[in-house]
Every structure is written in C-alpha cells, then in structure tokens.
C-alpha cells in the first residue's frame, strides 16, 4: 500500500518498504535553499519513522538541483553549517540510499547523490560543481565525497578546473553506478530500491553499517576481523538456521532467474 505525503518542498511516498524523496521546487530548479535542506531532512525522518526500508531520492525535472540558494548564500544570518541539514540526514539513514539523477545537479546539488550509496543516472544528467565559479569554497565534505569516487585527480578536475561529467560520463568515472534512458531511471532504481527492501531489513542495516565502517580501515585484516564479528551476529541470530534451509529448498527448485537490471 502507497502512503504518500508532503513535507513542503519534498514529496514523500512510501511503498511495500521503499521511499521515495522527490525534490519539489521545480520554479526554483530545485536549487538548496535552506527550506529544501530542511524539509529534505524532515522527510528523510519521516520516511524512516514509517518504517522505510530503502530511500530513493529523485527530483522533479528538469533540474536535479541547481545548488546552494543564490539569495541563501548571501543571506549571512544563515550559518553555513546550516544549509547542509538535508544531505547530512540522508547520508547518515541507516537504510541503503539511491540517487536518480535525470538532470544536472549543480554545486552543492552534487552534494546529495554523492550523499547515496548507489546512484543511477541517465544520459541527461550532468554533474557539475562550480562552487569556485561563484567566488565559493566547497562544503560539506563536497571534495572527501568526490575523491573517494572520482579519485584526487577526479576532484581536481571537476572542482578546480571546472570540469562537468555526463551521466555516460559519470558511470566511466566512478561518480555513478549505472546509465539507462530516462523512462528507465526510477524504475531501476525503484527495483533496486524494492530488492533492499525485501532483505532482512535487521541484516542490511548491518552490513551498510559495517560497508561504512570499513572504508576508515588501513588494512584487508581490519576489515576482515569487522567482518567477522558481524559475520558472527548474523550466524547466531533466531531464524538464520530456518533461511539457509529456505536458500536450499530454491537452489533445488531451479536457477535463480531475476532480472538483473
């Protein structure tokens, strides 16, 4: 059954587990105003306090986002710690996270995919910056998130020299997972959002929790020792004994055969 919701500037709708956060300011291109940022981490909340498995977050066209407000930047009784509330809520939902990026997202607009976990693109999407351009330092781990994607040169590239990235592009870079035409966009995600969904919602949270964990690591043998102990917990949780027979009892009835896109 499909609730669906408005938190002022951000549509929420919530399906069989899986949300969808569509930015809803199309006159404004969708541009991050504080309101966005706001009503972004709101609907964030509320879509976890509904019981969301998975989150996708989409835009209405044509603009992804066109980053941080004009007005807001030089409204200076904002902090700038302020304007971020929204990318950092998404970024820290315990929940896997998908971007489906059909448009340019601009400035602090690349902020928010690069706050998902997976992001799917189509060919009309363009990243692109441009913080310097408008005499602006960049913000809320802009270039950390970019980096760990693209690489150093990736981030220098795009953030010092003004480089913009396709979707085509972005998928060759690192910057995103997958290019599909636009009518395919969200439903590709909505399919991977709905496969997340679908899992042990206790176990996801676990393994996105120890994925998140593991990229501060040095070495293969921390991450494997991490591992273990989450492997542990997963073995010896009430039921586990009951799904390898259920895995079983597929595997004898036939391949799996699911779509894999």
């Known amino acids: 059954m499909a609730v669906s919701a408005e938190a002022g500037l951000v549509e929420l709708t919530?399906?069989?587990?899986?949300?969808?956060?569509?930015?809803?300011?199309?006159?404004?291109?969708?541009?991050?105003?504080?309101?966005?940022?706001?009503?972004?981490?709101?609907?964030?909340?509320?879509?976890?306090?509904?019981?969301?498995?998975?989150?996708?977050?989409?835009?209405?066209?044509?603009?992804?986002?066109?980053?941080?407000?004009?007005?807001?930047?030089?409204?200076?009784?904002?902090?700038?710690?302020?304007?971020?509330?929204?990318?950092?809520?998404?970024?820290?939902?315990?929940?896997?996270?998908?971007?489906?990026?059909?448009?340019?997202?601009?400035?602090?607009?690349?902020n928010l995919p690069l706050a998902c976990d997976v992001v799917l693109v189509s060919p009309e999407a363009r990243f692109d910056p441009r913080f310097l351009d408008v005499g602006i330092h960049p913000g809320g781990g802009h270039l950390w998130r970019l980096a760990a994607r693209t690489g150093a040169q990736g981030a220098a590239a795009l953030v010092l020299c003004g480089d913009a990235l396709t979707g085509e592009e972005a998928v060759a870079r690192g910057l995103a997972w997958r290019c599909v035409p636009a009518a395919e966009l969200e439903p590709l995600a909505l399919r991977l959002a709905g496969r997340a969904a679908a899992r042990d919602p206790e176990l996801v949270r676990?393994?996105?929790?120890?994925?998140?964990?593991?990229?501060?690591?040095?070495?293969?043998?921390?991450?494997?020792?991490?591992?273990?102990?989450?492997?542990?917990?997963?073995?010896?949780?009430?039921?586990?004994?009951?799904?390898?027979?259920?895995?079983k009892a597929a595997l004898r009835r036939g391949p799996d055969d699911r779509e894999r896109r």
Not at 55 to 64: E, M, T
Not at 215 to 224: V, Y
């Open 206 to 247: 676990r393994a996105k929790a120890t994925l998140t964990a593991s990229l501060a690591l040095d070495t293969a043998e921390e991450a494997a020792a991490l591992e273990l102990t989450a492997q542990r917990w997963s073995v010896e949780r009430p039921g586990f004994a009951e799904g390898v027979r259920r895995v």
């Open 14 to 110: 919530v399906c069989d587990g899986v949300a969808v956060l569509r930015l809803n300011d199309p006159e404004r291109r969708n541009a991050l105003s504080k309101a966005l940022s706001d009503d972004l981490a709101l609907t964030v909340e509320t879509a976890l306090a509904r019981g969301a498995r998975a989150l996708v977050l989409a835009a209405a066209p044509p603009v992804f986002c066109a980053g941080g407000s004009l007005d807001g930047l030089l409204n200076r009784a904002v902090p700038l710690a302020d304007m971020y509330a929204g990318m950092e809520r998404l970024a820290a939902a315990p929940v896997p996270t998908i971007a489906a990026v059909g448009g340019a997202a601009v400035g602090a607009g690349v």
